[in-house]
């Protein structure tokens, strides 16, 4: 009781306690100019409409004494002269442990799942990171239940990691297997430009009723406002705080960090920002850090954070991948090569990495994972001359572990939808087939001549 007290007196302190007010003077697609509303940005506005119900706003920028708005939905009715006023200066989400297998808006509101919730505080939506001495070190992992990431890409409590894939290539259903199998306490997912369909489908097929139980979704279609579709980014992390705050392991899920970095677009050139990098303006890339830096672990708890990119034409050097890759702990490529093989989960084990695995896996587990990449960079260089039938047997002791191995490692990273890959379970699977590799290189080897050893050696 003394915890919620001491939250709603922090939420007084910040309030305003008068309303301001102005008149809108200009109204272009989604953006409202109003003169006389002296506001920050951030926030938020209502703005009445002659015999319909008012509409809210986000103010996005200012030019001299008026207030450039975005509206959260389309504007009909609205005109020059309508009354705007102040809501809020400051944003916050109601939350309390009992919100699990709740589904919010962008706005922070309930709308599916568990609805009667009792609130026990309320968390800025836009709120600084934690300071850089205050985290702990990652020294722990956190199971995905994802067996290629466990194995060779395994993720500690508190990492940040990219999954970077194409349109198509698996990225919402590989998300949803990681929210029903993962090792964390609470799951906190962000469902940001989705079609409406898909956000159905993932509750019903992806998450289902097991992962529900211990989830909080926040969702912002594509048909809704920009200003929603990067708000429900945030409120999603607020939520992630709150249980983090809690002492919980908390995994956020955000799907997807490109289509909140679109609508930033949007915003920032609505408010007269000018286009740089492939037309997003600089907002976009200060943006990004702002929300990738609050995942991570404190005294308290940890919120292990994984976006998923959407690569334009799987050119991952684009402007907004290429952002995201250097601020994050590492990323996970979704191969849409693989994904037409039928190879599932398609994880491209050479071209990922997680720079903390190090660090939340033993030396045994490490130097099994680095057996398995290095085999696979050696099929990598001979695998178009064993497609053409140009490689020989026996000719490189390398080469034929590869060519031996390859069907191997495929079976052990494919994974069925239905099918959880414990972390135990994984980490003997690893250990297993790099025993296995050894072996037949030891084998192979001494059967070889020595001109033959240097050269495998």
């Known amino acids: 009781m003394a915890d919620l007290f001491v939250s709603h007196r922090a939420l007084l302190k910040r309030a305003r306690t008068c309303r301001i007010t102005g008149r809108v003077v200009e109204v272009t697609g989604l953006t409202v100019v109003a003169e006389g509303l002296a506001l920050p940005v951030g926030s938020l506005c209502e703005i009445e409409r002659a015999g319909d119900a008012p509409i809210a706003a986000q103010v996005v920028g ?9 509206t959260l939905q389309e504007p009909l009715g609205m005109g020059v002269g309508d009354p705007v006023t102040s809501k809020v200066g400051l944003q916050y989400v109601p939350v309390g442990r009992q919100m699990l ?4 808006d962008g706005m922070g509101r309930p709308i599916g799942g568990r609805t009667d919730y009792t609130v026990e505080a309320h968390y800025p939506v836009y709120a600084d990171a934690p300071p850089a001495l205050s985290r702990r070190p990652i020294q722990r992992a956190i199971a995905t239940g994802i067996r290629s990431i466990d194995a060779l890409h395994t993720v500690g409590g508190g990492q940040r990691m990219g999954i970077f894939a194409g349109t ?10 990681i929210a029903r199998y993962t090792s964390a306490d609470v799951i906190v997912v962000a469902l940001i430009g989705e079609r409406g369909r898909e956000v159905g489908d993932f509750l019903r097929k992806d998450l289902g009723d097991e992962g529900l139980e211990r989830s909080v979704l926040v969702v912002s279609t594509s048909d809704e406002s920009p200003v929603l579709r990067v708000r429900a980014a945030f409120v999603a992390t607020a939520v992630a705080e709150y249980f983090r705050d809690r002492g919980s392991d908390v995994l956020l899920l955000t799907d997807s960090t490109t289509r909140m970095a679109m609508a930033q677009r949007q915003i920032g050139l609505s408010a007269g920002e000018p286009p740089t990098t492939k037309g997003y303006p600089p907002s976009v890339f200060s943006l990004l850090p702002k929300l990738l830096e609050r995942s991570g672990q404190t005294e308290r708890g940890s919120i292990t954070g994984l976006y998923t990119v959407l690569v334009e034409g799987d050119d991952i050097t684009e402007p907004v991948s290429d952002a995201i890759r250097g601020t994050l702990d590492g990323h996970v490529w979704l191969s849409r090569d693989l ?3 039928g190879h599932y989960p398609a994880v491209s084990v050479l071209d990922s990495i997680s720079r903390v695995m190090v660090d939340v896996v033993d030396k045994e587990h490490n130097a099994a994972a680095a057996t398995i990449r290095r085999v696979l960079a050696v099929w990598h260089d001979i695998e178009d001359l064993v497609n053409l039938g140009a490689y020989t047997t026996g000719t490189n002791v390398e ?14 990273l494919r994974q069925p939808i239905e099918r ?11 250990l297993t087939l790099a025993t296995d590799i050894e072996a037949l290189r030891t084998k192979l080897t001494s059967g070889t ?5 240097r050269m495998a050696s």
């Open 62 to 70: 200012a030019r001299g004494d008026r207030a450039i708005m975005m």
């Open 420 to 430: 959880r890959a414990s972390l135990p379970e994984t980490r003997e699977g690893l």
């Open 399 to 412: 080469f034929d572990v590869a060519v031996r191995m390859k069907p191997a490692i495929d079976d052990f």
């Open 168 to 177: 198509g290539v698996g990225k919402s259903v590989l998300m949803g297997m």
């Open 101 to 104: 297998g709740s589904v919010l």
């Open 339 to 341: 994904a037409n093989r």
């Open 449 to 453: 001549t020595p001109n033959e050893v």
